[in-house]
């Protein structure tokens, strides 16, 4: 059974801090995605990672996938109050048709 | 752009009974999928559907049942309610091409009582 390990769950930062977001899992897998989601709303895509080493950025935010470690980071510079959400990380098992396994999530606070 | 929609987006339900949640996308994916959130929780997989006409279970599927009769349609039925089934549902879709994104709806808040 595939596990998906976030860590932090929970994280509060000083405006113009930096910091990483750790997504750990169990099996082989090349395909990662991170996702944001604000209090009472819907999931929103932030990145896709589909093999060894690719990273991408975007904004604040840059995401990296490390398959042998089976480790993908969301490092997160400089950051604003609009960054407050909860990151999800989710892994989709080799084969499963789209199957995603998510983790509990980090709840992101960024104080002024 | 309608994207993924559900309804009702909230409800509140006696034990025992049954209800469904509608699900329609306007992208043509063929894949589609339902996940409950529970608080402080990942998501977790009910069921999905590859295509109309399949469907198969996912991590937990007791005391739900999907059907999809329509590329666009996947409606997402709860027989004899209980209290465990209180969460927020999201339904989403994608397309099978690698590395496309899956897009959610806005979820349904339902309460179990």
């Known amino acids: 059974e595939l596990k998906v390990e976030q860590n932090p769950l929970f994280l509060s930062m000083q405006e113009g801090k930096n910091y990483t977001i750790y997504c750990n899992y169990s099996t082989t897998s090349d395909r990662l995605y991170w996702y944001r989601q604000d209090p009472g709303k819907s999931l929103e895509s932030l990145f896709v990672l589909l093999s060894n080493g690719a990273v991408k950025q975007e904004g604040r935010l840059m995401a990296s996938l490390d398959t042998k470690a089976r480790l993908s980071t969301l490092h997160i510079t400089a950051a604003v109050h609009d960054l407050s959400a909860t990151y999800f990380c989710a892994v989709e098992e080799g084969g499963s048709n789209y199957k995603l396994t998510f983790g509990k999530g980090t709840l992101l606070t960024v104080n002024p | 752009n309608a994207g993924v929609t559900q309804t009702p987006k909230f409800r509140i339900l006696k034990i025992g009974q049954s209800m469904t949640l509608q699900c329609t996308q306007d992208?043509?994916?063929?894949?589609m999928y339902w996940y409950r959130q529970d608080p402080g929780m990942g998501l977790k997989l009910i069921y999905y559907s590859v295509g109309a006409g399949i469907t198969d279970k996912g991590e937990v599927p007791n005391g739900y049942n999907v059907s999809r009769s329509t590329t666009e349609d996947f409606p997402l039925r709860l027989e004899l309610a209980a209290p465990s089934q209180t969460s927020v549902y999201f339904c989403?879709?994608?397309?099978?091409?690698?590395?496309?994104?899956?897009?959610f709806g806005e979820g349904s808040w339902l309460t179990v009582v």
């Open positions: 989403a879709s994608s397309y099978w091409v690698a590395g496309n994104t899956i897009y």
């Open positions: 992208m043509n994916h063929n894949y």
